[in-house]
C-alpha cells in the first residue's frame, strides 16, 4: 500500500473549540506609548521567565504599539507550531526579514510562492549532498587551526563566526563565495546581520546606521550575484551547489528565479546554515570547559571513534552519543533563538483562552527549558539527561532548539552536522582552557540571535597524546560502526508506520536508510510505500526513525 504526505495534512491540535473564551493574563507595569520594551530590552529572557512564573501558560505584554502573548510549556509550544499559516501567519511577524532577504523573497512572497521558494531550497539541505559536506567542513577546520601553532590564545566566538561563515558559504553558495569573493562577503554578510536587531520587529526601516549598512550590503550582494551568474552561463562546465540549483530551477507556472529572488534565497540559506552555528560552537566549548567529565566523555569518545587521523565523514558522525547530546544540552540551555513569533490572522484559542486577531504570539525556547516537571534541575548543565532510561526531551515540543512544526528551521541537520564536524577536529588536535572565570561567560542577550558575550577568551595547547599528530592511533576507517538494537519479540509483525505530514519537510533521509518503505521527489513530497513493512524491514525502519531531523516518523502497533 502506497500513501502520499503532504506537507499541509491537517493533524489534531491541542487546542480546545472556538469559543468566545478568557482573555490571556497580563503582565503587570508598562509605560504609556512603549509599554514593557525597556524591560524586554534589557534582558528578554528575564523578562519572559517572569512573565511564565506569574501567569503561567500565556501572558500578555506591550512592545511599542504590538500587544504580544507569550505562550510557553510543551502543549502550548504544539499549538503554536501546528496552527495553520491562516491563523498564524509567519511572515506577518518577521517583516525585519524582508530588507534583508529582499521583496517578494520567502517572508514578504505570497503564501503560496513562499512555499514554493522553501522547497527550492531544501535539495541543498538534504541527505544526499549533505553525505559530502562534512569532509568539506573538517578541511576548512583544518585550514583555520593549521597557524595555530604550540599554544596561544583567541577570542572563540571570533573563530567560530570566520570558521561557520566558511563552511556554511563553501557548502551552500559555492567556491565563487568561499574563495573569489571571500572578504568582500564576509563584509556584506556582516552588515546584514547587523539589520537584525529587536528594534527592526516594529520598525523595519527606520533611518538607522546600521540599517542603511544593511540596505547597502543587499544591493552589492545582488550586483555580485548578478555578475556570477553571467559568468557561469559562459562557461561549459556546470557546478553543483546551491547557487547552480537555483539557477536551474523554475517556478510551477515555468519562470525562472530572478537575481533578485536568487539573492534573497541565498541570503535565506546561509540565515539557516550560519546564522545560528557560531554562538552555539562557542558555547559548546565553554560548557565543556566548564563541566571537565563532558569533556572528558566526549574527548574520549572521538579518540575512540577517529583516533588520530580517522576520517571525518557523514557515516561517521551518525553515532557519537556523547557530543550529540552535549550539544543538545548546550541548546536547550543557549538556543540561539530566544524567541518565535507569529501575527494572530484568526481568532486564536487555546485552552480556555482566546488570543484575539491583531495580537502577536510567541513562544521562548529558553523559557519552554527551564521547566523544572520537564528538565529536572533546569539550570545545570547534564548531557545525560538524553541519555536511555532518562530522555526527559521525549515529551513532544519540549525541546524547541529550532522550533517545531510546518515551520522548524529547515537547516537544523546541517547545523548539528557541522557542529560535530567541527569539535571531531579540535578536540583532537588541541587542549583547551577558559582564560576567564567560569561564570564570566554569558549570554549577550542585547543580539537577536544570543551568543556569548565578547571578549569569549579561550586558551589553546597542541595535544601531544593523539590529536596533535605526534603518535598515530590504527583505528581502521574511522567510520561509526552500524548499531541497530535487536527488537524486541513482542513488536515483531506489528510496526506500522505513521509519518506526521506538518512536520516532514523533505531531507530525504528516511528514504536513504529505508528506500524500500519511503520515497521522496524532487519537490520534497514524501510517498510512504508501505505502512506495515515486513519484519525483516524493521532495522532499516527504525534507522529511518532515529535520522529523520524533524522527527516525523512514529512506529505505532497494530
Known amino acids: 500500500m502506497t500513501s502520499e504526505v503532504e506537507n499541509e495534512v491537517p493533524v489534531e491540535v491541542p487546542v480546545s473549540e472556538p469559543h468566545p473564551g478568557l482573555k490571556p493574563p497580563k503582565i503587570k507595569g508598562g509605560l504609556p506609548l512603549i509599554g514593557h520594551m525597556i524591560d524586554f530590552g534589557k534582558n528578554p529572557f528575564e523578562f519572559m521567565m517572569k512573565a511564565r512564573a506569574s501567569c503561567g501558560e500565556l501572558a500578555e505584554f506591550k512592545l511599542f504599539n504590538e500587544k504580544v502573548v507569550l505562550m510557553t510549556g510543551p502543549e502550548a509550544n504544539e499549538a503554536f507550531c501546528r496552527a495553520p499559516d491562516d491563523q498564524l501567519d509567519q511572515s506577518a511577524a518577521y517583516r525585519l526579514m524582508t530588507p534583508i532577504f529582499g521583496k517578494g523573497v520567502v517572508f514578504d512572497a505570497p503564501e503560496e510562492r513562499k512555499n514554493e521558494q522553501l522547497k527550492i531550497l531544501m535539495p541543498a539541505l538534504r541527505d544526499k549532498p549533505m553525505r559530502s559536506y562534512a569532509g568539506v567542513i573538517a578541511r576548512e577546520v583544518e585550514g583555520m587551526i593549521e597557524n595555530w601553532g604550540e599554544e596561544g590564545e583567541i577570542d572563540f566566538l571570533a573563530f567560530t563566526k570566520e570558521l561557520t561563515l566558511y563552511t556554511s558559504s563553501h557548502c551552500l553558495l559555492g ?119 563532558a569533556l572528558k566523555s566526549v574527548r574520549q569518545e572521538i579518540d575512540t571513534l577517529f583516533g588520530a587521523d580517522g576520517e571525518v565523514t557523514f557515516e561517521s558522525l551518525r553515532e557519537i552519543p556523547h557530543l550529540d547530546n552535549t550539544i543538545k544540552e548546550v541548546l536547550r540551555l543557549h538556543p540561539p533563538l530566544i524567541i518565535l513569533l507569529r501575527k494572530v490572522a484568526k481568532d486564536f484559542h487555546y485552552r480556555d483562552y482566546t488570543v484575539k486577531a491583531g495580537k502577536m504570539v510567541c513562544i521562548s525556547p529558553p523559557v519552554s527549558h527551564r521547566i523544572p516537571s520537564i528538565f529536572k534541575d533546569p539550570d545545570r548543565f547534564d548531557p545525560n539527561r538524553y541519555a536511555p532510561g532518562r530522555e526527559e526531551d521525549e515529551l513532544p515540543f519540549a525541546w524547541i532548539a529550532f522550533g517545531g512544526g510546518r515551520h522548524k528551521c529547515s537547516g537544523n541537520a546541517f547545523a548539528l552536522l557541522q557542529l560535530k564536524s567541527i569539535f571531531c577536529i579540535l578536540l583532537r588536535r588541541y587542549e583547551f582552557e577558559l582564560v576567564d572565570p567560569p561564570e564570566t561567560y554569558k549570554d549577550d542577550y542585547e543580539q537577536m540571535v544570543v551568543q556569548p558575550k565578547q571578549p569569549c577568551r579561550i586558551r589553546y595547547r597542541r595535544r601531544r597524546e593523539l590529536g596533535g599528530k605526534t603518535k598515530a592511533t590504527p583505528t581502521g576507517s574511522g567510520h561509526a560502526e552500524l548499531r541497530l538494537e535487536p527488537l524486541p519479540e513482542s513488536t515483531i509483525g506489528q510496526l506500522h508506520v505513521v509519518v506526521d505530514g506538518q512536520l516532514c519537510q523533505g531531507h530525504a533521509a528516511c528514504m536513504a536508510e529505508a528506500p524500500e518503505i519511503f520515497q521522496v521527489d524532487s519537490q520534497g513530497n514524501l510517498t510512504l510505500l508501505m505502512e506495515a513493512p515486513a519484519p525483516e524491514l524493521y532495522g532499516k525502519l527504525r534507522e529511518a526513525k532515529k535520522y529523520c531531523p524533524t522527527h516525523a516518523i512514529t512506529l505505532v502497533k497494530s
Request: proline share 6%; aromatic share 10%.
Open 175 to 293: 567556491k565563487e563565495f568561499r574563495y573569489d569573493l571571500n572578504a568582500e562577503f564576509a563584509q556584506i554578510y556582516h552588515d546584514l546581520e547587523q539589520g537584525v536587531q529587536p528594534i527592526a520587529y516594529i520598525f523595519p526601516y527606520l533611518p538607522l546606521p546600521s540599517f542603511r549598512q544593511r540596505d547597502k550590503a543587499r544591493v552589492r550582494l545582488q550586483s555580485l550575484i548578478t555578475g556570477i551568474i553571467e559568468k557561469r552561463a559562459l562557461s561549459p562546465a556546470k557546478q553543483e551547489d546551491a547557487f547552480q540549483m537555483l539557477l536551474d530551477t523554475s517556478y510551477k507556472d515555468g519562470t525562472k528565479l530572478s537575481p533578485h529572488e536568487i539573492t534573497g534565497m541565498l541570503i535565506g540559506a546561509m540565515f539557516a546554515g550560519h546564522h545560528t552555528s557560531a554562538g552555539t560552537a562557542a558555547w559548546i566549548l565553554i560548557e565543556m570547559l566548564r563541566n571537565p567529565e
